[in-house]
């Protein structure tokens, strides 16, 4: 069976996995978001233990030009610690909601990382060379005695070890009620958005002390909310564009140079629905758990519970595609809303050249469709289809009446082992999976 | 013979009428689940109170603790000795308080990532 991603002959093979073992997993090691930067060569993740882990990849080695590069750990730092609001008596989570990466502007990375109430702005930078040779002090840091200094020695720049040093430069805090839902940098690279549940700011990446608010839905009166924000980007290159999504299923792209405040949208995008099938769950399956743009800026990606939209901005009254992740648990709503999983919120992604994308489902299954031949394929990432360079199989859900060989019927799903976070290369076939404590990659076959 | 034929047609009217409520069930397996669900929970399909549910959203996960049993436990706890921080761990009912220091969960945070090692 033909993979997803490109060509006919496409195969995904397994690549590697990073991360624990065993079956206890504690809550801190559950991955909350994975990123690649825009060059490819930096995976950052964060945890709900508040820590980031960024992989690197290794340089394509000459002896074997056919292998791809290894990601390996590059740094490693304490983001967020968890924290009390002492008015209001809330414990504020250290867990990592996002992180994006800047654009590189010099030889040190930056990133944003956000918990539900605090971005930061993380510098890494490397460090491969040391002075040697002070005038003034001893190599261990004691002064010298100036009396017994009779010659001028001038400081000589001598190789180190690399040290990879993370260091917060920026601390954005305060400005948020609710919890962070998304941040976006904006095409502009100076600023960038920050969205919770009922409201969108706008931050300066130099600014600390003041954002500027951009929507606020919160009602007067708050028995009177119906829907609240779930997810916000900033176009990729129209700075002045941004859109977010609502529990309800729409989307709201609105236009900065409008108004100051864009309570009123610009474009509306909604699906009518048939209200003949409307539902308890309707509405609820129908909250948008992820908004991505397309890489060109044309088109935009909703994720709901059950499906991936595409839609084209320039119309709103229907997404121009759409994908079905798990139809099959239409008929296990019920259950869902037991477990609290139908409230799982779950990412999708596109690929470099926005001709794929992919989304995750339970049982660490995780799904790819093909947007120009339509073709789909679900797999799995565990470690026993973890082989070195093995072919991952395409796996089948059994959807009623006879079970073949290979599928796996509906009701023996594994609901705990979610892929809600996934992440493609910008450039490459390679993709970062998360299943719950562990990190997969995945590259596609080299012949 | 007219008894016969509208016999035949209230049959025919019943049929249809099933088949309709089993399209129904067919093509909305979502209202299937809803039944089940109000079976269950009556009060809740019935008052699905749009803002409730939100209110519920926008408070999951929050974490609630008394600031005022936080402060008595740390006044409380100048006059005695300090325990060792890993005894603590284990009491977190009863007199003890949990301060920020000692919550288990967040313990592991202060190790390093096991993605890193």
């Known amino acids: ?447 | 013979m007219s008894n016969e034929t509208e016999g035949t047609k209230t049959i025919e009217e019943a049929s249809t009428e099933e088949q309709r409520e089993m399209e129904d069930k067919v093509v909305s397996p979502e209202k299937v689940e809803e039944a089940k669900l109000n079976a269950r929970y009556p009060l809740l399909v019935s008052r699905p109170g749009g803002s409730g549910l939100l209110r519920k959203r926008l408070q999951k996960g929050q974490k609630y603790f008394d600031s005022g049993d936080y402060n008595m436990a740390k006044a409380k706890m100048k006059n005695k000795q300090l325990p060792t921080a890993t005894t603590e761990k284990a009491e977190v009912t009863g007199d003890h308080i949990p301060t920020p220091q000692d919550l288990p969960q967040r313990k592991p945070s202060l190790v390093a990532s096991k993605l890193a090692g």
């Open chain 1, 1 to 447: 069976m033909a993979g997803v991603g490109g060509g006919n002959d496409f195969q995904w093979c397994f690549a590697q996995v990073k991360g624990a073992i065993d079956e206890d997993v504690a809550e801190a090691d559950i991955i909350s978001t994975v990123e690649f930067n825009y060059s490819g060569d930096l995976l950052a993740t964060g945890d709900k233990g508040g820590r980031v882990v960024i992989f690197q990849r290794e340089q394509e080695s000459k002896n074997r030009p056919h292998s791809r590069g290894e990601y390996n750990v590059y740094s490693t730092f304490q983001s967020h610690e968890p924290e009390f609001d002492y008015l209001k008596s809330l414990e504020i989570e250290e867990k990592i909601n996002k992180i994006r990466w800047l654009p590189q502007q010099n030889a040190a990375h930056s990133l944003l990382s956000t918990n539900d109430k605090t971005i930061k702005l993380w510098k890494i930078s490397e460090r491969d060379k040391k002075a040697e040779g002070y005038n003034l002090k001893e190599e261990d840091g004691r002064l010298r005695d100036p009396f017994r200094i009779t010659s001028l020695r001038v400081p000589v720049l001598q190789p180190m070890d690399l040290m990879v040093e993370a260091s917060p430069r920026r601390i954005f805090a305060n400005a948020h009620t609710y919890h962070i839902n998304s941040i976006s940098v904006n095409s502009d690279h100076e600023t960038y958005l920050s969205a919770d549940d009922l409201r969108i700011n706008l931050w300066h990446l130099e600014i600390t002390d003041r954002s500027f608010n951009i929507v606020d839905i919160k009602p007067a009166n708050m028995e009177e909310l119906t829907e609240v924000i779930t997810a916000a980007e900033c176009h990729p290159n129209q700075c002045n564009v941004f859109v977010y999504s609502s529990s309800k299923g729409t989307i709201r792209l609105c236009d900065m140079r409008a108004a100051a405040l864009c309570d009123r949208h610009t474009k509306f995008f909604e699906e009518p629905e048939d209200p003949s099938s409307r539902s308890f769950f309707s509405e609820i399956i129908s909250s948008i758990s992820d908004v991505k743009f397309s890489h060109s800026g044309r088109y935009m990606m909703t994720r709901d519970y059950l499906s991936v939209k595409v839609w084209d901005l320039n119309m709103e009254n229907r997404p121009v595609e759409t994908y079905q992740v798990h139809e099959y648990l239409r008929s296990k709503l019920c259950s869902l809303y037991e477990n609290d999983c139908i409230f799982d919120k779950f990412e999708c992604c596109w690929n470099g050249t926005d001709s794929a994308i992919m989304t995750g489902s339970y049982n660490n299954f995780f799904r790819m469709f093909d947007r120009n031949t339509r073709k789909d394929i679900t797999l799995e990432a565990s470690r026993e289809s973890s082989k070195p360079r093995g072919i991952l199989k395409p796996r089948k859900v059994c959807t009623g009446g006879k079970r073949k060989k290979d599928e796996i019927s509906v009701d023996s799903l594994d609901f705990n082992k979610k892929i809600l976070h996934t992440a493609w290369h910008p450039k490459e076939n390679v993709i970062a999976v998360a299943a719950t404590n562990n990190l997969y990659i995945f590259q596609d076959k080299i012949n």
